[in-house]
């Protein structure tokens, strides 16, 4: 069977092709509307299946953009892709998902393949170390927006939480409920400081210092997610244990819930717990936990936008740093120490 063109469509409409290239590119300043109805009804007809590289090649496009996560396990990354996705797709852009694994080395990779491939643009959570990649791109005004993360030293387009306001937040709430002793667990900084990591723990210490309360270093502590259970064991054995606990991220939040169960700790009676960040498990363990959250959705949403103003716009664009603010997300897992 022949291959159907853009010419069988417009001379079965009875238009020229120009306009119904103009009618595929979304392009109908000067289309009637009768004419728009005409086109879309042959492409039915026809089931005419227009050729997406050729299209590319023609318009110096792909219509892809490349997503790369430094960490899919995050419920942030989920929802900030799913957002992404469906924001691009109505534009006609595919996307390309690729997990870093916190390595910068498959991060780097990662930059040269679907550079390689021609994608229209890419959307990062950075792994933080690739600044010569990450320059390049910039360098040659190639579409980038950072998402969550920054970069010192990379002027981008970059999406993120208020991370100190997230700490804040939840450091109120705990002194509301008269805590005093009130343990900071992360996930490792790394050498660079990952942002939203780094800015949490100035938070919480900011927010410590204004309600006058005592900065104890052995409530500060940082694990990887194999080592936060025997963290947490030698938080509750010192003289004077926490009586509340924040959660830097989803990850850190879960293995707490996941000691708790394994060790008779009850929350609230024993410890009171806030996670920043709004993975959906927070919501149906029992009590519910109280958390600080992003907008995740809104986030992906708006990195959508930005990536595609940048590739129509395809110049030079002044890097701003979009910040959004965390909310309470009210549970019963807070219980007052009076």
């Not at 419920?75 to 534009?91: D, G, M, Y």
């Not at 040659?140 to 939480?161: A, E, H, K, W």
């Not at 109120?172 to 805590?179: D, I, K, P």
């Not at 900011?206 to 064991?233: F, H």
């Amino acid at each position: 069977m022949k291959k159907l063109t853009i010419e069988d469509v417009a001379q079965r409409a009875g238009v020229s092709k120009s306009t119904v290239s103009q009618y595929l590119n979304k392009r109908y300043k000067y289309m009637s509307e009768a004419t728009k109805q005409k086109i879309a009804q042959v492409i039915e007809e026809l089931n005419y299946q227009p050729n997406g590289l050729a299209k590319g090649l023609k318009q110096n496009r792909s219509y892809m953009v490349g997503i790369i996560v430094a960490n899919i396990d995050y419920s942030l990354s989920i929802q900030c892709i799913r957002a992404i996705e469906n924001e691009l797709q109505n534009s006609g852009i595919q996307v390309i998902i690729c997990n870093a694994d916190e390595n910068p080395d498959k991060e780097s990779k990662y930059i040269e393949m679907l550079a390689a491939r021609q994608v229209d643009g890419l959307i990062v959570f950075p792994t933080g170390t690739n600044t010569s990649a990450y320059n390049r791109l910039i360098d040659n005004n190639y579409p980038l927006v950072f998402l969550d993360r920054l970069v010192d030293g990379i002027m981008t387009q970059s999406l993120l939480l208020d991370n100190e306001m997230a700490a804040k937040m939840a450091i109120q709430e705990l002194v509301q409920h008269h805590h005093e002793r009130i343990a900071w667990l992360s996930l490792p900084i790394g050498v660079n400081g990952i942002t939203p990591r780094k800015e949490r723990l100035s938070g919480y210490k900011r927010a410590m210092e204004e309600y006058q309360l005592p900065i104890n270093e052995q409530y500060i502590c940082s694990a990887t997610r194999d080592e936060i259970a025997s963290v947490l064991k030698n938080l509750l054995e010192l003289p004077k244990p926490p009586t509340a606990i924040l959660a830097s991220n989803d990850i850190v939040l879960a293995e707490i819930l996941k000691f708790a169960n394994h060790s008779s700790l009850r929350i609230p009676e024993d410890l009171s717990v806030i996670g920043i960040d709004d993975a959906e498990f927070a919501h149906i363990y029992n009590p519910v936990i109280t958390t600080i959250t992003q907008p995740a959705y809104e986030m992906g949403m708006q990195a959508a936008k930005i990536i595609l103003s940048c590739i129509e716009e395809s110049g030079e664009s002044v890097p701003i740093t979009y910040r959004f603010p965390p909310t309470l997300r009210q549970g019963k897992s807070v219980k007052d120490n009076k």
